[in-house]
């Protein structure tokens, strides 16, 4: 590619520094703030809005009883103004990602600062009676973790006070073989509702031969499970209900209940459609390709070669695939088979910022003594890779006065193409994707 992006290889082993540290957070500050705690455990934070910084700054460091908490850093920007006219509001920041997860911090505004506080500060008291229960989101949990929302219950024990209590673990009806599947639900004093559902539950271990009978429980479910699961759902069915204001769409796939957005003319998409199928993803529509993603269905220009080819119609994916290979090739010789995988809206490399969409082929093919044509090999990688062996700048890095001109190619991500680096002037440059077409947006 033309536009070369340079970078020491110091400043690429920095790198991964730095993105395995950035990854904990999906909102990296550029301009943190090291957080002073007092002695009161309570801990004060800059208002974003304020512009006496400075005298800010001294009351901070000059403390005998602040310490600077290196872990405890935030960023401003992802608190509102504290001033006189939200004397008293709360706020949050969620700490983490949404791959594994977030831990949630209360702040307070009080005199024009904002001070960590304990989460029960969510919890309003107008109107709320003595033992009234509330329930405070603390944390929510990633795609990695398989958890959801985390709270902490607190009860109301007057004179504005909220103690930190137990949560409820069920509903007070009863749950029984007669009302097996009879839903229930806890509503708390801040509004958010904890749904339930009676069940058989029997535990077994991993070989399922020893079992556990608990008998019939209530046990913690999702709004989808609370509304849709009835015990005798089967494939396909689908359930709709109206949360907060707005419609909700299920799917009922392989036991679950799979949420989904309607669009009038293109019909249903997943929300969460990671493990949906590849081609199930696409569609077309009076001769335009659409792509769903997250729910929504999104107008497309790169379009998998498969699903366009009249060719395919009829051939298993392995037979398409090779249709194109060369008739005619010497032994060593590469090509690329028709299958395309293609991304949309990703940047690719570290070293450069753009956003693309883009397809590749999924396979790439050697021709072999044998006469016959077979998927590349990580092994038949290797043996191209002229450094992989003699490794003459050592081991820390490939790019030196040695290799002045050498091009490596590194196929690491099966979700996106191949990259091609090249050795200039002693820096490791991105020097071309493996792609078969792109976009840049």
Avoid at 119 to 128: E, I, L, Q, Y
Avoid at 175 to 202: L, P
Avoid at 374 to 386: M, N, Q, S, Y
Wanted: proline fraction near 3%.
């Amino acid at each position: 590619m033309s536009n070369r992006n340079h970078a020491s290889v110091l400043a690429m082993l920095a790198s991964i520094s730095i993105l395995s540290f950035t990854a904990c957070s999906d909102d990296a500050g550029s301009n943190p703030m090291l957080v002073a705690t007092e002695s009161s455990s309570s801990e004060v934070v800059s208002n974003p809005g304020s512009s006496n910084n400075e005298a800010l700054s001294s009351s901070l460091f000059s403390s005998s009883s602040a310490v600077l908490s290196a872990s405890k850093i935030v960023e401003l920007a992802q608190l509102s103004t504290c001033d006189a006219h939200n004397e008293g509001a709360v706020d949050s920041i969620w700490d983490g990602n949404a791959k594994y997860g977030f831990k949630i911090d209360y702040y307070k505004c009080k005199n024009g600062h904002w001070y960590e506080a304990e989460p029960a500060v969510a919890c309003d008291t107008a109107g709320v009676s003595v033992g009234s229960l509330c329930n405070v989101h603390s944390a929510q949990g990633g795609f990695f973790t398989h958890s959801g929302r985390g709270g902490r219950c607190y009860e109301y024990v007057g004179t504005g006070t909220w103690n930190e209590s137990e949560c409820l673990k069920a509903p007070a009806k009863e749950c029984n073989a007669e009302n097996e599947w009879s839903t229930g639900k806890i509503t708390y004093s801040n509004g958010y509702t904890d749904f339930f559902q009676c069940e058989h539950v029997v535990y077994s271990d991993i070989g399922g031969d020893l079992q556990e009978d608990k008998g019939f429980l209530w046990q913690s479910v999702n709004e989808a499970n609370y509304n849709c699961r009835t015990g005798k759902n089967v494939e396909g069915d689908t359930c709709s209900f109206e949360s907060q204001g707005e419609m909700q769409y299920y799917l009922f796939e392989r036991g679950y209940w799979e949420q989904f957005n309607i669009d009038p003319k293109l019909g249903m998409c997943r929300i969460y459609n990671d493990d949906v199928p590849y081609e199930q993803h696409f569609k077309e529509f009076e001769g335009e390709y659409y792509y769903c993603d997250d729910g929504k269905w999104n107008p497309i220009k790169l379009v998998p070669r498969q699903y366009t080819d009249p060719r395919k119609k009829g051939l298993t994916d392995e037979e398409y695939d090779v249709l194109d290979l060369p008739k005619e090739a010497k032994v060593g010789d590469r090509a690329n088979g028709l299958l395309e995988y293609c991304g949309y809206g990703k940047t690719l490399d570290y070293f450069d910022s753009n956003v693309y969409d883009y397809c590749y082929s999924t396979n790439r093919y050697r021709y072999r003594e044998d006469g016959s044509w077979t998927k590349e090999t990580d092994e038949d990688l290797e043996k191209d890779d002229v450094y992989f062996d003699s490794k003459p700048c050592g081991d820390d890095t490939w790019c030196c006065a040695k290799t002045e001109g050498m091009k490596r190619s590194f196929f690491e991500d099966y979700l996106e193409p191949g990259k091609t680096y090249q050795c200039v002037s002693g820096e490791i440059v991105l020097d071309e994707y493996l792609w078969n077409r792109f976009e840049k947006k």
